[in-house]
């Protein structure tokens, strides 16, 4: 259970592959999230832009199953969080804590 966040180190994963945010990594995250916001289930339409959050705070790790598709609102919510999280992240990741 422990996979992608706990002690195995990515050894057999490109990191850099990861490093940016491409449209097939969101087109990946949307599509797992059913292109509703992960948070309050609202459907994403060309009104409602997704945005995404990363959660374990490193905005270089951008496998899928760091990130969370969220409606402009509820991304709105976290973004206060998810610029924090770029200076506290790397010690957050080091302690290999999880933030939901
Ligand atoms: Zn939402």
Not at 15 to 43: D, F, G, N, P, W
Not at 58 to 71: G, V
């Amino acid at each position: 259970m422990l996979s992608f966040f706990g002690g195995t180190p990515s050894g057999n994963v490109d990191k850099s592959k990861y490093e940016h945010l491409t449209m097939s990594i969101r087109q990946t995250v949307l599509e797992r999230a059913r292109r509703r916001c992960q948070q309050c289930s609202v459907k994403f339409s060309p009104s409602v832009h997704p945005g995404f959050e990363h959660i374990n705070g490193s905005l270089k790790d951008n496998r899928p199953n760091n990130l969370r598709a969220l409606c402009p609102k509820c991304f709105k919510l976290i973004e206060k969080k998810e610029n924090r999280k770029g200076m506290v992240g790397n010690i957050r990741y080091a302690l290999g804590r999880m933030i939901k």
